[in-house]
């Protein structure tokens, strides 16, 4: 696989935070892309794991490889993800259901926001994501 080189910084001066860096510095040449806001829905469009934010976390990520994978593109080329939580106070579910599907080291540049409601009443997450590919 043909990886696009990339650095992460933590400055000093910022604690290091927990699974994602503070600044992402993507090498050229490459081809950036953005990947929207993906929820817990399959592919039918049905909602996985009615108010289990661990299960639709888990099809939230399932959703963003499949949209990655169709340009080929993988959890390495990820140099910024945002995550959208109707209850912050869940992260904890969240980051461990994250931490079972991404691989070791998964860093990248990260925003969390907590939020009054997504597109729809039932979900509970939303995460959308830039990666660079090789040019």
């Given at each position: 696989m043909d990886l696009v080189t990339?650095?992460?910084?933590?400055?000093?001066?910022?604690?290091?935070?927990?699974?994602?860096?503070?600044?992402?510095?993507?090498?050229?040449?490459?081809?950036?892309?953005?990947?929207?806001?993906?929820?817990?829905?399959?592919?039918?469009?049905?909602?996985?794991?009615?108010?289990?934010?661990?299960a639709q976390t888990r099809q939230v990520l399932a959703n963003l490889h499949?949209?990655?994978?169709?340009?080929?593109?993988?959890?390495?080329?990820?140099?910024?993800?945002?995550?959208?939580?109707?209850?912050?106070?869940?992260?904890?579910?969240?980051?461990a259901a994250r931490d079972q599907i991404v691989p070791a080291g998964f860093a990248p540049a990260s925003t969390l926001v907590e939020v009054s409601r997504l597109v729809r009443g039932d979900l509970l997450v939303e995460i959308d994501a830039l990666a660079v590919l090789p040019g």
């Open positions: 990339h650095s992460k910084i933590d400055p000093p001066g910022l604690a290091p935070g927990p699974g994602y860096s503070h600044v992402v510095v993507a090498g050229a040449p490459g081809r950036l892309v953005a990947v929207s806001g993906q929820i817990a829905l399959d592919a039918e469009g049905e909602l996985v794991g009615p108010g289990d934010l661990a499949a949209a990655l994978a169709a340009v080929g593109a993988d959890w390495h080329h990820i140099i910024k993800i945002g995550y959208y939580l109707t209850d912050v106070t869940q992260v904890a579910v969240m980051r």
